[in-house]
């Protein structure tokens, strides 16, 4: 199994040699746990790329010194996914509060420039 899949890690092997009907677990309940496992992956890949891709947004109108009202858009729709990602334990509580903190001190800075 290490030869065939060496680019790849362990979980998604398994996943994959049970989607061709070679399955590496023989327990039912440990079948249904794979397949549980790999859809909470997919689901927390999609909400941490949602993540940065806010973030990157709301970095860029910053530094383009964009308006005040788009700025404070773009961070209202990053507190929404933070909080969402944090609430839903894709991120720690403590991460998202850091991540918008940090931010805001950026949003702050360009607000204060702007007055």
């Known amino acids: 199994m290490d030869r065939i899949f ?3 890690n362990r979980i998604q092997a398994r996943i994959l040699l049970y989607d061709k009907g ?3 677990a023989n327990i ?3 079948i249904k746990r794979i397949k549980q496992n790999e859809k909470r992956r997919q689901k927390n890949v999609k909400v941490k ?3 940065r891709t806010v973030s ?3 970095v860029s109108a910053v530094e383009n010194k964009e ?3 788009a700025v404070k858009g773009l961070y209202l729709n990053l507190q929404k996914t933070l909080d969402k990602a944090a609430g839903a ?3 720690h509580k ?3 509060s850091r991540k918008k903190s940090r931010l805001a001190k950026r949003v702050n800075a360009l607000l204060k420039s702007q007055s």
């Open 6 to 8: 060496a680019n790849r």
């Open 28 to 30: 039912k309940s440990q």
């Open 49 to 51: 790329s949602s993540i």
């Open 89 to 91: 334990g894709v991120v």
């Open 94 to 96: 403590k991460t998202a």
């Open 67 to 69: 308006s005040a009202d």
């Open 22 to 24: 070679r399955t590496v």
């Open 56 to 58: 990157k947004k709301l």
